[in-house]
């Protein structure tokens, strides 16, 4: 895989991902060609200029079936070298998504998601017959139904503010500095996505030292994001003035350098800390009594690792859901101790003696 891995191959995608080692890559990130049907130029209203369109050669096809045999030959290559456990993104509009969902679906990939990406600054329609497209759709699916795929959860919550990460993304399109053009002004590619876009997907379902292929690489987006994020990439592309641009875009790309910056450990992880580690260590005390946040509830620590209430003693799961009525509670968010005033939950003191013990 060295000969592979952080470069950018040209030509075919499908004759290059053939040439791959089968079950080599840990995500796939698919921009294809979405295949517009466009009539016509469009112009703008207020100055008849025309509307920046995608109007290339690699995004026309004879026939909807034309397509259709063009997304079947590159995503069933795309699955086999991608690893059991591994999934592939799709981004698409409403002319090609849902036809490269069916593909999808035929060849055995399992859907997992279909996130939404809302625009916050959308093309606006021009001629007012329909409503602004001012969204895209992306697919995420595993290998198979049966593949143990990653997904950081608590880091897309933490990019959330702590709240479960949904599946309509607000993000603007790429604009500004960050899209590319070439010597005379114009677009260097016309379907650029924002690096936001990408660091979401690629910090979602990847981790330190993955390889992420991206079978359109167009400008380099995906390779840009990935080097800078610690993951490999691989880059595929048959336009040769694409592969100018994304060659030197990557190049200036700084790579975080520290590592414990960039790792994405899931809390199922990390190694686990008994709360009875807690009393052996004297970080909690036989008879410190835990309160709830709101403090309506409360029990003394005993020495062997549970709880007492007046009523009841068990662990601090069990305790934590005995005083609440509920038939289940995680006792390490529950349950907080005094200190200088106010509480903690007991579970900065696992933290902490995690960070001790590796």
């Known amino acids: 895989m060295k000969s592979w891995v952080n470069k950018i191959h040209v030509g075919d995608c499908v004759a290059l991902m053939d040439a791959m080692p089968e079950d080599s890559v840990d995500m796939i990130f698919a921009d294809p060609p979405y295949n517009l049907q466009l009539s016509g130029d469009l112009m ?4 008849h200029k025309k509307v920046d369109a995608v109007d290339d050669d690699w995004d026309q096809f004879d026939s909807f079936k034309v397509y259709d045999d063009f997304s079947k030959a590159w995503l069933e290559a795309a699955r086999r070298i991608l690893k059991p456990n591994g999934t592939l993104w799709v981004i698409g ?3 090609n998504i849902f036809r490269v969902g069916s593909t999808l679906q035929d060849l055995g990939y399992w859907i997992l998601n279909d996130v939404v990406w809302r625009k916050t600054n959308p093309m606006p329609n021009f ?10 759709t992306m697919i995420w699916c595993s290998h198979s139904e049966k593949s143990k795929y990653r997904f950081n959860y608590d880091s897309m919550k933490a990019l959330n503010d702590d709240l479960q990460m949904r599946s309509d993304w607000l993000l603007p399109i790429c604009s500004g500095g960050e899209r590319l053009k070439g010597e005379d002004g114009k677009k260097a590619h016309p379907t650029q996505k924002p690096e ?7 910090m979602a379902s990847t981790e330190v030292g993955d390889v992420v292929l991206d079978p359109f690489f167009g400008t380099g987006t995906t390779g840009a994001v990935a080097k800078r994020l ?3 990439f691989i880059g595929l592309e048959r336009e040769d003035t694409y592969v100018e641009f994304a060659e030197a875009r990557i190049a200036d790309v700084k790579k975080v350098t520290d590592d414990a910056l960039l790792d994405s450990p899931s809390k199922r992880d990390l190694p686990r800390i008994p709360f009875g580690w807690l009393v052996e260590r004297g970080m909690l005390k036989p008879g410190t009594v835990l309160v709830d946040q709101r403090r ?3 029990a003394r620590v005993r020495a062997d690792g549970t709880l007492i209430t007046s009523d009841f003693k068990g662990s601090i799961h069990k305790v934590g859901a005995h005083v609440q009525n509920l038939p289940a509670c995680n006792g390490w968010t529950f349950w907080h101790v005094n200190v200088e005033g106010g509480t903690i939950p007991i579970d900065v003191l696992r933290q902490q003696l995690r960070a001790e013990l590796h």
């Not at 001629?127 to 895209?136: I, S, V």
């Not at 936001?196 to 690629?202: D, F, G, K, P, Q």
């Open 44 to 47: 703008r209203p207020e100055n």
């Open 93 to 95: 509009s409403y002319h």
């Open 127 to 136: 001629r007012g017959r329909r409503f602004t497209n001012a969204h895209e």
């Open 196 to 202: 936001s876009l990408l660091h979401r997907v690629i």
């Open 230 to 232: 610690g993951r490999n």
């Open 296 to 298: 309506r509830h409360k």
